[in-house]
């Protein structure tokens, strides 16, 4: 019974295995797509030639949506971030602020990298010293 | 015995083929996708037109005087700026994010009457957006 039994289990377990190593493939392949597909358009889009640009947005009320305090740290890891919010690039326009309940108040030059980071990282509303922001990232 | 290291074989070579298939497919899905996402988000194609006026009486009228600053920080802006300087009108194409920077920064898309003048380098001009 039991030699009966022995080859059975093993090509059970050969037929587990072959599908467990499948699945296995499968999601390496599929990681390793979408890290190739998202290496793919970065090199794209610098090769380009366009200026992808971060705005910071100030709003004045910000609602009840997520708010994420900006610390020291956001600012030391993101240099554009901290010249646009507290440094040489932040350049308010006086247009409709007051009546409005948003404006930007400064943008900087930064790289298609830089930009998809920050986009990724601060996708809800942030706080600084007591005012609201949001970042705009553009792509041309 | 002399057939399984041939089954072998075959079984990593299905599985190879496998995972290049779906590494090919998740690639070309991905590309695709973001692209129609990142030109597509913005919806259509959008043009900024700067237009070179005449300004006599500025009395009832909101200026904003443009800086380098601002031109450095708004390349839409500086290259239909820069155009309608030399030939009285300049168009540049934006996309939605660049549009809704700009009619919050200087007002570009706002009702005819609350249109402000930008000023720069001593020059008036007038900005309108075209929708493609």
Known sequence: ?140 | MESKPDRRLIIVAVLAFIGVILLVATVVLTYTAAVALITGIDGPTQELVVERVQVEYLENTSVIHLTDQDLKQYPVLESAIRDAAVQISGKAPMTGVENLVLIESFGIDAREGDRPYLEYDGAYYLTRVLLH
Not at chain 1, 61 to 80: C, K, N, W, Y
């Open chain 1, 1 to 140: 019974m039991e030699e009966d039994k022995n080859p059975k289990s093993r090509s059970r377990l050969k037929t587990a295995g072959i599908i467990v190593a499948c699945g296995l493939a499968g999601v390496i392949a599929i990681v390793l797509g979408f890290m190739l597909a998202d290496a793919l358009i970065l090199h794209a889009m610098e090769g380009s030639g366009g200026q992808p640009m971060l705005y910071v947005m100030e709003i004045a009320e910000p609602g009840e949506s997520m708010i994420v305090p900006l610390t020291e740290q956001d600012f030391e890891r993101h240099p554009a971030l901290n010249a646009v919010i507290r440094g040489e690039e932040r350049n308010p326009s006086a247009w409709e602020w007051g009546s409005r309940d948003r404006r930007v108040i400064g943008g900087t030059k930064v790289s298609y990298r830089e930009s998809k980071a920050l986009h990724e990282t601060y996708d809800s509303i942030m706080e600084y010293e007591g005012a609201y922001y949001v970042i705009l990232t553009t792509w041309p």
